[in-house]
């Protein structure tokens, strides 16, 4: 039976959807389970539709689909809004008592299942664990030992004490029992559990754990959907380390407190998502002119302009490769998944500081809400590595210094990379400036020396062109002509669309993409297939138009910009199209 | 840090551009006399410009220094200062630089009160662009770009300082070269965000508020009975606008800087060369 379950709560936002679903999640993940969370949520904190999903499975799952097994609606607007994944074997849990379901229905072959949940709540010993009833009525549904519940009740209301959780865990009985009672389930969900230790987080946790893990130690940024979480989880944390987190009063501060932190010499960073962006990036320049190590995060968001502040997009690309006025040697990383929230996190700190120019983690809304298991292992700290770059000390700062005894910030190197000095070394006080200058970081206006620090600014990123492995992540038949390339978090999607379209016998190699920049070798690949698809959550095609730059070869286009990401099977089905020739409609969801 | 540091080791060997007999010589004199003063030498000191004549400063001074982009050099300092609490921290910036463009982070920065000073060259004129108004010219002030007046009233910034809960509020006049450097210093010495404005004439631009001006009417404080302690008293002299003052006008005393509020003592330089040893704790909260 199936083992592979797709199971959400769909309620009014304050209904406690998000709880709920997370408990349920790190139930499933405390029992050994593999499990993917996605979030359908309104950019309001009280009322409007709201959803928590969760997919398990005992194999790892990398991505959504288009099938909806047991829903808890809260409301009947939460059936509505999730008529199209609903299927005849669903399940769907309502509590008839409610005056909003009380008419209500389970349509064409579904179950429904009327659980007098408020009712029950009560008998537990309060209205508030509604949702821990249904919780535990679902859990009978999807063949789930309920006693697996109990201990993530135990980590979310531990600290209530214990008449709480016992409260708790009492209503999730009575949700058990009552549809073992009440109803002869033909549905047979079974939902095995195993002896694996899975760590469940989100794509903005991974990033602020990555952030800790490579030694930021200062962070300043803003508020704003959906990058919020990476100031909430460092705050706090990071002050274990001698670090802290200020919040600004814009994000124009925000970026300029995390470059002068940066030149005290701290690790800094600071995240925000599209319009924050717009207003940083007045500071881009900045930090390039003065070979200021910073990682800038985007948390990107649909746009343009505010948009929509709770949906999925890819739509920064083009602002974080092009924004700034000038020209502004940087480095872009896009992680493909949670996990390569944290490593690409730390690889960006260290390239910040290699190459002392701006970095940018491109991440985005469909990662930072998605909950994902891992084994822990997979964020391993002892293979940390910190790589602070060239910087100079009292010992050797005289090296650096010329005839009048003056440190050269900018000195042109043979390999762009200029020595840095903590301002407290003595002997290494020297100015720097947004200005153009000569070694010493002294205005100048004089062609030569323009042009040498142009050059030397520049080369710091064929350095790190030569020095750096830049490959993409490959993945599906690597002898296949087909070519799908994709940039950030598309990668899980496509990796089970590669199964669906192998067993529909169509064969492709998937190379998902981590680096925007350098690309050379991508464009030797784009040449070398027969077809290429470039798979992005935008309209346009900013990556594809890239690579179509670089390659001077067309290559073929799956843009969704619905607001919601591409989900496993639709894309299967869409790849399988533009490799037919035929040319897919755009589903607005 | 040592006692035989002068006032010229901050002086850089750059040229100044500044026009002849401009106020800012003065004000740079003055800061560079009050950081020496204070025991402080070039290598713990960061000093933070921003846009315009006043931004050139850190060219001229020698110093660990930022020439950072218009309006942004308070955010900046903050930034070095929480990361390191052991450097001395100025800030200098202008009338334009500090009321117009960054006056958001005028206003939040004197609420943070990180311990730091910030030294604003107020000519009351744009020098730089050469002529226009700034926000703090007189509402009938005739430039470039209100050639029948302004028509606008101009900012009190040492109003704006005291509504935003400054600790350190004073006033200074760059040619009055003793007093300016006292005030400077006392700006350093406070614990928390030490604000000074300074009447810094611009002889190009501006035959409205000249030196001759400032001579004439300036009072300062020292002459008179005011008590920087006393917070009505120095609400009243802020708000008078018939004086401009000289001194310091407001100090609460039982300030404490931001960054020591929050616990920061140490540099956030230095690091371990992996990550912390307890970082796999880190991965376990989410189990």
Sequence with gaps: MPDDLNWAIGGEAGDGIDSTGKIFAQALSRAGRHVFTSKDFASRIRGGYTAYKVRTAVDRVESVVDRLDIL????????????????????????????????????????????????????????????????????????????????????????????????????????????????????????????????????????????????????????????????????????????????????????????????????????????????????????????????????????????????????DLNMTLYGGHGEIPRFVLAPTSVAECFHKTIEAFNLAEKYQTPVFLVSDLAMAVTEQTYEPEQFDMDAVEIERGRVVDEDDVEEWTNEKDQFTPHAATDDGVSPRTFPGVEGGAHMTTGLEHDELGRRTEEEEIRVEQVDKRQRKVETALEREDWSPREFGDSDSDNLVISWGSNEGAMLEAIDFLEEEGVDVRFLSCPYIFPREALAEEIREADEVIVVECNATGQWADVLEHDALERVKRINKYTGV????????????????????????? | MSSDIRFTDFKSDAQPTWCPGCGDFGTMNGMMKALANTGNDPDNTFVVAGIGCSGKIGTYMHSYALHGVHGRALPVGIGVKMANPNLEVMVAGGDGDGYSIGAGHFVHAVRRNVDMSYVVMDNRIYGLTKGQFSPTSREDFETSTSPEGTKQQPVNPLALALSAGGTFIAQSFSSDAQRHAEIVQQAIEHDGFGFVNVYSPCVTFNDVDTYDYFRDTIVDLEDTDHDSTDYDDAKEKILDADKEYQGVIYQDENSVGFEEREGITESMADIPDGAPDDAMDLVREFY
């Design chain 1, 72 to 315: 808890i609606a809260l409301t009947e607007r939460t059936v509505d809004e999730n008529m199209d994944e609903l299927h005849d074997d669903s399940v769907i849990i309502f509590d008839g008592e409610r005056t909003m379901m009380s008419d209500f229905e389970a349509p064409g072959e579904m179950t429904g299942l009327d659980v007098p949940l408020k009712r029950l709540a009560e008998e537990a010993g309060g209205a508030i664990v509604r949702n821990i009833v249904a919780l535990g009525a679902a859990c009978e549904v999807a063949g789930f030992p309920i006693e697996n519940l109990d201990e993530a009740l135990e980590k979310r209301f531990g600290d209530k004490g214990s008449a709480i959780v016992d409260t708790n865990k009492q209503a999730a009985r009575l949700g058990q029992e009552y549809v073992q009672d009440e109803y002869d389930l033909t549905t047979d969900y079974e939902l095995e559990t195993t002896d694996n230790d899975y760590v469940l987080l989100n794509g903005d946790e991974a990033i602020g754990m990555g952030a800790i893990a490579a030694g930021c130690r200062f962070y300043s940024g803003y508020p704003i959907t959906p990058a919020t979480d990476v100031m909430e989880y460092l705050t706090g944390r990071v002050d274990r380390y001698g670090g802290k987190v200020v919040q600004a009063e814009d994000e124009l501060s925000a970026i300029n407190m995390a470059l002068g932190a940066a030149r005290a010499g701290a690790r800094s960073m600071t995240a925000t998502s599209g319009p924050g962006i717009d207003l940083m990036t007045e500071t881009f320049g900045l930090i390039a002119q003065t070979e200021t190590p910073l990682v800038i995060c985007d948390v990107m968001r649909s746009g343009p302009s505010t948009g929509m502040p709770t949906k999925q997009e890819q739509g």
């Design chain 1, 565 to 589: 990401r591409f989900k496993a099977d639709e894309l299967a089905e869409r790849v399988k199209q533009e490799l037919a020739g035929e040319t897919a409609e755009v589903e607005a969801e």
